[in-house]
């Protein structure tokens, strides 16, 4: 089992500047891939951003530029700093990570990001 707890979320202005934390505990050896997914209201939740153990990342190309995922793997900790932040990346944001063998995908609770003047 994997327990992901989310911080780092809150209200910011257009333009503006926030980062996200994902700590990791209990089997953090399984875990291959860890990222961030998000849900706005009446959407259906969408990938952000991934990293894997080796630290190759991928993005959703509405954030590439302006988001970057990083990961401490001695602290089993990722990482989502997020500039020059829309109004449009309002949503929940969900961290997850993915155990290989067998696959499985382990989610945090949520954090609310809202961008907004």
């Known amino acids: 089992q994997v327990q992901l707890v989310e911080s780092g979320g809150g209200l910011v202005q257009p333009g503006g500047s926030l980062r996200l934390s994902c700590a990791a505990s209990g089997s953090t050896f399984s875990i291959a891939v860890m990222g961030w997914h998000r849900q706005a209201p009446g959407k259906r939740r969408e990938p952000v951003a991934i990293?894997?153990?080796?630290?190759?990342?991928n993005y959703a190309d509405s954030v590439k530029g302006r988001f970057t995922i990083s990961r401490d793997n001695a602290k089993n900790t990722v990482y989502l700093q997020m500039n020059s932040l829309k109004p449009e990346d309002t949503a929940v944001y969900y961290c997850n990570a993915v155990r290989a063998v067998p696959m499985y995908t382990y989610w945090g609770q949520g954090t609310q990001v809202t961008v907004s003047s």
């Open positions: 990293i894997n153990s080796g630290g190759d990342t």
